[in-house]
């Protein structure tokens, strides 16, 4: 299970029958009175909403104690909004476990790496182990499932909230009762466990499973594999209570595609969702926006990268925000004009839904000063009608509804193994930030107005691609060393950084010199790190300047090419930046951190055998964003200003959908997105021969 089959997302219709994209959000009827639900669904009209997600945290009210429901009120709900014209993406409230159920059953609730419990009182206080949680979870599911079956408003199904969201570790007895069955179907033998976690290290050899725990607070530093195995393992028990709730949804609603919200976003680690796109019948994705100078590019980033979750599919954009969260330091309000280019990102890079956190912005609990599509100041007020208006810009959109984002030329390679193993304790660098890594080399490339996919590296089939960049791809096993082997020789183009295949799938070091699986392909061989303090730099012949990391190398082969040498630091007069030609391709290696500005000096050698260069006028690059979406009759062009000045965009042709009218070419405003359409000259480009 990888990625999704195909992408069943259940799309509005028109009068006409045709394809329409979402517009919605999560709704929580339940914190107001009935009066406002009219209201609710009069607005929602006017806004074009034609989706919500419903009953995501309403298990307290469906089940009030172990033996009464209470469905009266959402039977209601269900029908004001299947009257009102709007679909019902129907969560199956196992989100938040009510009181009567931690009460009876302190046993659910989640412990931390130091011994301590989770209380109740705020939300998804859950071991995603818990055989009594799973129990009653599961009784809740059947019963939604067999009332709405046959609800005409329900389009889908929503699994949960976010699962992993605050409860991805816990440590407690069911944990290490799952872990063991988790390693042993891994291992078979203790053995084979002894051997892949190191265990003659330390004297931590096991001579029973019961002996084994989920990596607690220890001591000094917890076995490394063993730390590396209980990530692995919990994204898989958050995986496997999906698939559970799944299961049971698609035996009584066969017909209902399943979903539930990933979070590709910064600061979210534990989930591997390559590995769980295979799970849900779409894609769907929370992502907000944080502080931060490259924020509008993570934006980006993390749209590209659901993308390549989904496979290139459409996918559903389940959360972002209309304004400000509450949960950072300081929250600050949106600029005018952020909330509907925002969207339009999401749109670019695949999302055929635009929804939100939430219809209504509470009046109590936690989130009430997070925004939400109705604020409190009501309908009269700068931001409903910013919202009306976008409901207006995805109906004129509508038209691309089910196209795939067109695939580019370059890859950046994401792998949840090499973030979760590069960042581990007891490393040469503590300060190795590996979503920075990758980013970087995607604002480098930005700036060079070259387009680019972020791409699973487990999960993603290279050869389209002629250029694929691995940033600190540290966790190489034997089958992708073969395959980056093999991509190479067959004509395609690599590049990789610093703490690149250095461990295999045990994280175990790959002898003989660095970076070890791929040491022959790159023609180097580096006997040693050389990690810099936080804020030292080392100066380059190229006249940028490296930071973090530098290499020991030495050049191996005869045909491997330096590009660039450090001037300063212990590894002066040295290759920082090499270049091996191989087979049809070449594969490089970057050895320190350059930084966005760095990559972005650097980018043009590394793209030069490549061949690949950027598609918009020179004066665009760097400002606007450009991607493209298409279906076998069309390609749509989107091109989104994010700079404070006007781009111009010459020589430009195709129907306009939004944005400046398009004769000749065009000028788009600060902050101003506009979409063309243009006939698909041809069926989707075959894959390109790389078989070596
Ligand atoms: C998400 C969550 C929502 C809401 C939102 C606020 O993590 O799914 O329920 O809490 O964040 O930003």
């Known amino acids: 299970m990888t990625s999704p089959r195909t992408s069943r997302i259940p799309y509005p219709k028109d009068d006409d029958g045709a394809r329409r994209l979402v517009y919605g959000a999560d709704y929580?009827?339940?914190?107001?009175?009935?009066?406002?639900?009219?209201?609710d669904i009069r607005l929602m009209r006017q806004a074009g909403v034609n989706l919500v997600s419903l009953a995501i945290f309403s298990?307290?009210?469906?089940?009030?104690?172990e033996d009464t429901w209470d469905f009266g009120w959402l039977d209601e709900v269900m029908d004001l909004l299947h009257a009102g014209g709007i679909g019902v993406d129907l969560a199956t409230a196992t989100a938040s476990p009510p009181p009567w159920l931690t009460a009876a059953h302190p046993e659910i609730l989640p412990v931390t790496a130091t011994g301590e419990t989770l209380w109740p009182g705020a939300r998804q206080h859950w071991r995603p182990t818990s055989p009594v949680f799973r129990e009653h979870a599961l009784r809740l599911v059947r019963e939604m499932a067999t009332r709405y079956a046959d609800h005409p408003a329900l389009v889908a199904w929503h699994v949960n909230n976010e699962l992993g969201c605050h409860n991805v570790y816990d440590y407690s007895d069911d944990a290490a009762h799952a872990f063991r069955g988790w390693l042993r179907r891994r291992y078979t033998t203790l053995d084979a466990l002894n051997h892949a976690w190191g265990t003659s290290f330390w004297s931590q050899r096991y001579s029973d499973w019961d002996q084994i725990l989920p990596p607690r607070l220890a001591a000094s530093h917890p076995n490394p594999t063993q730390q590396l195995d209980f990530k692995r393992f919990s994204s898989d028990a958050l995986k496997d209570h999906l698939l559970a709730e799944r299961e049971v949804l698609?035996?009584?609603?066969?017909?209902?595609?399943?979903?539930?919200?990933?979070?590709?976003?910064?600061?979210?680690?534990g989930m591997n969702y390559a590995d769980w796109a295979g799970a849900v019948d779409f894609v769907s994705n929370d992502h907000y926006t944080v502080l931060g100078p490259q924020n509008r590019d993570e934006l980006s980033f993390c749209?590209?990268?659901?993308?390549g979750i989904a496979g290139h599919r459409p996918?559903?954009?389940?959360?972002?925000?209309?304004?400000?969260?509450?949960?950072?330091?300081?929250?600050?309000?949106?600029?005018?004009?952020?909330?509907?280019?925002?969207?339009?990102?999401?749109?670019?890079?695949?999302?055929?839904?635009?929804?939100?956190?939430?219809w209504r912005q509470s009046a109590a609990g936690a989130e009430k000063y997070h925004s939400a599509m109705v604020p409190h100041a009501g309908e009269d007020s700068e931001l409903f009608r910013d919202v009306v208006a976008l409901g207006h810009t995805l109906d004129v959109l509508a038209p691309l509804a089910g196209s795939e984002r067109e695939p580019a030329r370059v890859a950046i390679l994401f792998d949840w193994d090499s973030w979760w193993a590069s960042e581990q304790d007891s490393h040469p660098t503590s300060l190795l930030d590996y979503h920075r890594e990758a980013l970087d080399w995607y604002s480098a490339l930005m700036r060079l107005g070259i387009r680019a996919d972020v791409v699973p590296a487990q999960t993603t089939d290279l050869n389209p691609y002629d250029l694929v960049i691995a940033p600190v791809l540290h966790v190489v096993a034997q089958p992708l060393a073969k395959e980056l082997t093999r991509y190479v020789e067959g004509g395609g183009h690599l590049v990789t950084t610093y703490f690149s295949a250095i461990v295999d799938e045990n994280d175990h070091v790959w002898l003989g010199g660095y970076p070890g699986a791929l040491r022959e392909l790159l023609g180097i061989r580096i006997e040693e790190f050389g990690p810099l303090l936080d804020g030292d730099t080392v100066d380059l012949d190229n006249d940028t300047a490296g930071s973090l990391w530098t290499d020991r190398i030495s050049v191996d082969a005869t045909d491997v090419e330096t590009l660039v040498h450090y001037r300063t630091g212990t590894y002066a007069s040295r290759p920082a930046?090499?270049?091996?030609?191989?087979?049809?391709?070449?594969?490089?290696?970057?050895?320190t951190r350059l930084g966005v500005d760095g990559l972005a000096a650097l980018l043009p050698r590394l793209l030069a055998p490549s061949g690949v260069a950027s598609d918009l006028p020179e004066a665009a690059r760097g400002t606007v964003e450009h991607v493209v979406r298409r279906d076998s009759d069309s390609r749509y062009l989107f091109f989104v200003n994010r700079g404070d000045a006007p781009a111009p965009l010459p020589g430009l042709s195709g129907e306009v959908l939004i944005g400046p009218s398009a004769g000749d070419g065009f000028t788009l405003p600060p902050g101003g997105t506009a979409v063309l359409r243009q006939p698909n000259p041809q069926e989707p480009l075959p894959p390109a021969d790389r078989s070596a």
């Open 28 to 39: 929580n009827p339940e914190q107001w009175p009935r009066e406002v639900w009219a209201e």
């Open 59 to 65: 298990w307290a009210r469906l089940q009030p104690t």
């Open 250 to 269: 698609t035996e009584i609603t066969p017909n209902t595609p399943v979903t539930s919200n990933f979070m590709v976003m910064s600061g979210i680690k």
């Open 303 to 307: 749209a590209n990268l659901t993308s």
């Open 315 to 358: 996918w559903f954009l389940m959360e972002h925000s209309t304004n400000a969260v509450n949960w950072q330091p300081v929250n600050l309000p949106k600029k005018p004009g952020d909330l509907g280019r925002d969207s339009l990102l999401h749109v670019a890079h695949g999302a055929d839904a635009v929804c939100f956190f939430q």
């Open 577 to 591: 930046v090499t270049r091996r030609a191989t087979g049809r391709g070449t594969a490089a290696y970057v050895s």
